[in-house]
Each structure stands twice: as structure tokens, then as C-alpha cells.
């Protein structure tokens, strides 16, 4: 069992690290770079080459089964569910084989919004304190499903 993290803007590594220790979880940061080494022995800080998605790439190529895997990217988020893996997203909600499909097309509808008319931008809705905790409940179930 491995905790991946997409951590490239991720809000919850710290989070992720302290829940993935108290299971004695290896973690893997995965990022184009920016991210400095962790001192915790269970964290390995991967830096991939520049380049679109290489680091959803790496973790995709690696998650499966008994894996959970931390990400707000939905194309990465399916090909995990695909795969096996538990997906989280950094608020706490899961990515599954029932969801993740229309999470990725709802993805794709608002990219063709945006394009469209370009006053359309943002949106997205801050991130707080009830995502953390949520964030945390989520992981701590995961965890504890993917060991059994």
C-alpha cells in the first residue's frame, strides 16, 4: 500500500503526511518541482521532468489496487479508479467508478465553457477548514480500507 499524492498545488500534503505516518504508510509527493525534501522517512519527494501531466503520468503508471491516491485532476482520477486505487480529491470526496465519469465530464463541459467566453473564469469555490477536516476523516477511512 502506497499514499500518492498529486502534489502540485495540493492543499493537504501535511495533512496527508501526518495520517499516512500514523498508518506507517509509505508516501510518494509527486511533483514537477517546488516541493522540499521531507524529513519523514515514510515520504518521498519524486520530482518528474517539466512537461504537461508528467506527474499525473508517473502516478498512473504506478497506483493500483491497495493504493489511495490524492488528486484534483480527473483524467488522472479515472485512470487510478480504473486501475484499483482509492481516489480522493484534497476536500475529502471520493472518486469512484460510479462518479468519476461524470466528474470528468463536468470537467471537460466547463474547459469548453471557459474557452468559449473567456469572461468565465474561476469559479471555483474557496478552500477552508471543513475540507481539511473532511479531507482527514476521508484518508483515515481510505487508509484503513485499502489495508483490508
Keep these: 500500500m502506497t499514499l500518492y499524492v498529486d ?4 492543499p493537504v500534503k501535511a495533512e496527508a503526511e501526518r495520517v499516512a505516518t500514523r498508518h506507517k504508510v509509505p508516501v510518494k509527493l509527486v511533483s514537477n518541482g517546488g516541493l ?5 522517512p515514510l515520504v518521498e519527494v519524486v520530482i518528474v521532468p517539466e512537461g504537461p501531466d508528467m506527474a499525473d503520468l ?7 489496487r491497495g493504493d489511495v ?48 467566453d473567456p469572461f468565465r473564469q474561476g469559479g471555483a469555490k474557496g478552500f477552508g477548514k471543513a ?5 482527514l476523516d476521508a484518508l483515515e477511512r481510505s487508509l484503513r480500507a485499502a489495508r483490508a
Design 7 to 10: 502534489a502540485d498545488a495540493c
Design 131 to 135: 475540507d481539511r477536516v473532511r479531507f
Design 58 to 64: 508517473w502516478i498512473a503508471e504506478r497506483a493500483g
Design 69 to 116: 491516491v490524492v488528486t484534483n485532476d480527473m483524467p488522472l482520477a479515472a485512470r487510478c479508479v480504473a486501475s484499483g486505487a482509492l481516489v480522493l480529491r484534497p476536500d475529502g470526496s471520493a472518486l469512484t467508478e460510479r462518479n468519476v465519469g461524470e466528474a470528468l465530464a463536468l470537467r471537460d463541459l466547463m474547459t469548453d465553457l471557459r474557452a468559449a
Design 36 to 40: 522540499r525534501p521531507s524529513a519523514n
